[in-house]
């Protein structure tokens, strides 16, 4: 063992007073450890959040979506689904006929979102679809269009499985009153639940061709939903489909449909990182304290241990590595439980917030590795540099002068 690293040591364990280590060592190590425990869980929280409503959009979302300018559908759609699922990173791609319809239910009605779907592609990327809430999907062979209702929809316009309701939608039929509604009765067939509130109260699943038959399509459709592999890389991968679609047709990715919501979160993440560091930074002058106090009460130390010829990088070796101890220290118990606390939310679902209004039933903290280790490397790169003004001052005391009156 260094004889450095020996007399640094001693100097935060020697007894004091009958106290295992200084009041003002301990506040030291108290300050570092509560800014790094809360950075810790800030950044949890944040990240945990950030997640769960990523995951929550694109599990009732698509990565990527092909649109088309006109009203008349893109069609020989099979072909150009075909084209886009040889795109390198496109898992699958399926077609859907989207519009807006007014749902009469047994106890009200509702304008909801239709979405016209080939359920058998769409159950393959969707865990929602494959264990509904109640009832089954919708079956080609039925006499009568079944129809997929998200929970908080059904509630609303008081309808479940085996009710009947009717959708009005904005394509028009030609009857002798003139242009009408077109107006379709289907039969509930299931519930689904997939947790994005937005989604759930507002969303109606049938059939593509029952879809197509309702507004009017024919043979056409109006976006084509794409699932990538990487969703980090949806914008490179958007360029490439770009390349195979006709002139009509636009793209759009997930990061587009929810930038301002992404980028708020990401704004907000980092702001708190750099918040809390300024904590941290305000703990990081306690070390500058306790060691400045430190290097007044061992001067007559350091004079004896000059005088027996250790070096001034000796003396400064030995007051940087306190000042390190007391970080690693700080540093060290605010990780543990900063992830001891996340622990313990995550399992007892502690924070619980409104669904209806954040997407998600209870705050999530999870933290990066990555995120783990900046917490940690800035916190003791900022209480390392705490070290050098008071190390570099006990290097100067005069032997002399700190010997004077001995």
């Not at 159950?123 to 999907?137: A, N, R, Y």
């Not at 990715?253 to 919501?261: D, P, Y």
């Not at 904590?279 to 061992?298: D, G, P």
Request: net charge neutral; glycine share 8%; charged share 20%.
């Amino acid at each position: 063992m260094d004889y450095e690293y020996f007399v640094a040591k001693r100097y935060l364990t020697a007894k004091r007073k009958q106290a295992f280590i200084s009041v003002i060592t301990f506040i030291s190590i108290l300050g570092i450890t509560i800014g790094v425990m809360a950075l810790v869980i800030a950044i949890a929280l944040i990240t945990g959040f950030q997640g769960d409503v990523q995951d929550k959009i694109l599990g009732s979302t698509s990565h990527i979506i092909i649109r088309d300018y006109s009203e008349g559908g893109l069609e020989d759609y099979e072909q150009l689904i075909s084209r886009v699922g040889g795109v390198d990173g496109v898992i699958n791609a399926s077609p859907v006929v989207l519009d807006y319809g007014l749902i009469i239910g047994v106890v009200k009605s509702q304008g909801a979102m239709l979405r016209g779907v080939d359920f058998e592609r769409e159950k393959e990327s969707s865990p929602w679809l494959q264990d509904l809430s109640m009832g089954d999907l919708p079956d080609p062979e039925a006499k009568r269009d079944g129809i997929l209702l998200g929970r908080d929809l059904s509630f609303s316009i008081g309808a479940t499985v085996g009710d009947r309701v009717t959708v009005l939608t904005s394509a028009s039929r030609l009857s002798p009153m003139g242009l009408l509604p077109r107006m379709r009765q289907f039969v509930v067939t299931g519930i689904f639940h997939t947790g994005l509130y937005d989604f759930d109260s507002a969303t109606a699943l049938v059939s593509l061709r029952a879809a197509q038959r309702a507004f009017n399509l024919e043979n056409s459709i109006n976006l084509i939903q794409v699932r990538i592999s990487n969703i980090s890389r949806a914008s490179e991968t958007s360029e490439q489909i770009k390349e195979l679609l006709p002139p009509q047709a636009y793209v759009i990715t997930w990061m587009e449909l929810n930038r301002a919501l992404f980028s708020a979160l990401k704004l907000e993440k980092q702001l708190m990182f750099l918040t809390i560091t300024l904590i941290v930074l305000v703990a990081a002058l306690n070390i500058i304290a306790t060691l400045i106090l430190m290097v007044m009460e061992k001067t007559r130390d350091i004079g004896i241990l000059k005088a027996m010829g250790t070096t001034s990088r000796s003396i400064r070796k030995i007051f940087f590595l306190q000042g390190a101890m007391i970080g690693v220290i700080g540093t060290a118990a605010g990780t543990v439980l900063g992830l001891i606390w996340c622990w313990l939310a995550n399992t007892f679902e502690l924070i619980k917030v409104p669904q209806e209004i954040y997407v998600i039933a209870f705050v999530p903290f999870r933290i990066k590795p990555l995120d783990l280790l900046m917490i940690i490397g800035v916190t003791l790169l900022i209480s390392f540099l705490s070290t050098l003004f008071p190390s570099h001052r006990a290097s100067k005391v005069d032997p002399v002068e700190a010997l004077k009156y001995e």
